[in-house]
């Protein structure tokens, strides 16, 4: 899947079956975050996202993606409750995973209002040698579209713990 092109339509059920489409999200912002409920990357940048998310809730949908094939539902459930995660999805086979390429958790995805490819990679710059973020790419990118421009920030490397996809 290439920046600047559009995203094909996936759907998953959520941590409690209902169905759900990337293309029911058409004409918001959308944040695909793959993400594991064991990955302690995951875990800090669940704060992070939360924090931004809550103010651009009105324009910005996030799809939170558990594709790790290791990671029973029950401990998704736990997890995605104890972190007050809104609509986690259930990719057990990693089919959306593949669509993506998605290589760790967390790792993001942003896509435009007409469903176009803006932004892959991490959260923020933090790093095995940097420990603490000192700029939060998500933040950047949404916060370009939001204001009708493209981000000038389209790719960065993704920091995390790697998918599982085999058992």
């Excluded at 939360?50 to 996030?62: E, T």
């Excluded at 998605?102 to 923020?124: K, N, S």
Aim: charged share 25%; aromatic share 8%; with cysteine.
């Amino acid at each position: 899947m290439n920046i600047h092109q559009p995203v094909p339509d996936f759907k998953l059920p959520d941590l409690n079956g209902k169905t759900h489409c990337l293309s029911d999200h058409r004409g918001r912002i959308v944040i695909v975050n793959f993400w594991s409920c064991e990955c302690p990357h995951s875990e800090r940048a669940d704060k992070a996202i939360l924090s931004m998310f809550a103010q651009w809730r009105d324009n910005v949908s996030m799809l939170t993606i558990a594709s790790n094939r290791n990671e029973s539902l029950e401990a998704l459930r736990e997890a995605a409750e104890n972190r007050r995660l809104p609509n986690v999805l259930h990719d057990a086979n990693c089919a959306v995973a593949n669509l993506f390429d998605a290589q760790t958790t967390p790792h993001v995805f942003v896509m435009d209002r007409e469903g176009i490819l803006r932004y892959r990679g991490a959260v923020d710059d933090v790093t095995f040698r940097q420990r603490n973020p000192t700029r939060f790419f998500l933040d950047e990118v949404v916060e370009s579209l939001l204001a009708g421009q493209l981000p000038t920030l389209t790719e960065s490397p993704a920091y995390g713990c790697a998918i599982v996809r085999e058992v």
